[in-house]
T-cell receptor, first 114, second 113 residues
Framework: GAGVSQTPSNKVTEKGKYVELRCDPISGHTALYWYRQSLGQGPEFLIY????????DSGLPNDRFFAVRPEGSVSTLKIQRTERGDSAVYLC????????????FGPGTRLTVT | GESVGLHLPTLSVQEGDNSIINCAYS??????FIWYKQESGKGPQFIID?????DKRQGQRVTVLLNKTVKHLSLQIAATQPGDSAVYFC????????????FGKGTKLSVIP
């Protein structure tokens, strides 16, 4: 079946610009997660959605980062006033939710801020 | 705080040999552990998991061992193949009801044909 998809696969933007990254989770998965992965590092948790609500956004680095999931399926990660330090691969994952622990990851969006 | 670390950043093995990748964790409340494989340009792919009430679990060509006494787990890959070349991460949840995966830095496995 279809896995987690993310668009775009690559995004190059100028410092100060606004970007949106999209995630389509596996159909039927109620839980959705965003992670950020810097070069040579493991993914770091950003935010977790259960359904439409952000159950935990404690990993968002600052108020320039925001994410939504209005209908409980597709999610968008939004970054305002991008900085060069935001350059990384942004990974989305989904899971069945509840007591299911297995998270399925998408291929990621590589964001480069110039 | 939670931290998950790996003993070796790189590992090179001959095709057909067995590979062992190690991981240490610090939070004794961690109750669920996952090994992920990440190929270049792709997202992490689930390999195998183990819960804290177990000390060994086997999959297809992979075995995970958990030693809670010393907070250590390992991934063993039997008869390593070129397609196993990737970065391997261990990850853990910090306790019951937790949903934040904490990843280690990763070990890059290179298989020599």
């Amino acid at each position: 079946g279809a896995g987690v998809s993310q668009t775009p696969s690559n995004k190059v933007t100028e410092k100060g610009k606004y970007v949106e990254l999209r995630c389509d989770p596996i159909s039927g998965h109620t839980a959705l997660y965003w992670y950020r992965q810097s070069l040579g590092q493991g993914p770091e948790f950003l935010i977790y959605f259960q359904g439409t609500g952000a159950a935990d956004d404690s990993g968002l680095p600052n108020d320039r980062f925001f994410a939504v999931r209005p209908e409980g399926s597709v999610s968008t990660l939004k970054i305002q006033r991008t900085e060069r330090g935001d350059s990384a691969v942004y990974l989305c994952a989904s899971s069945l939710g509840g007591t299911s622990y297995e998270q399925y990851f998408g291929p990621g969006t590589r964001l480069t801020v110039t | 705080g939670e931290s998950v670390g790996l003993h070796l950043p790189t590992l090179s093995v001959q095709e057909g040999d067995n590979s062992i990748i190690n991981c240490a964790y610090s939070n004794s409340a961690s109750d669920y552990f996952i090994w992920y494989k990440q190929e270049s340009g792709k997202g992490p792919q689930f390999i195998i998991d183990i819960r804290s009430n177990m000390d060994k679990r086997q999959g297809q060509r992979v075995t995970v061992l958990l030693n809670k006494t010393v907070k250590h787990l390992s991934l063993q890959i039997a008869a390593t193949q070129p397609g196993d070349s990737a970065v391997y991460f261990c990850a853990t949840y910090s306790g019951a009801g937790s949903y934040q995966l904490t990843f280690g830095k990763g070990t890059k496995l290179s298989v020599i044909p």
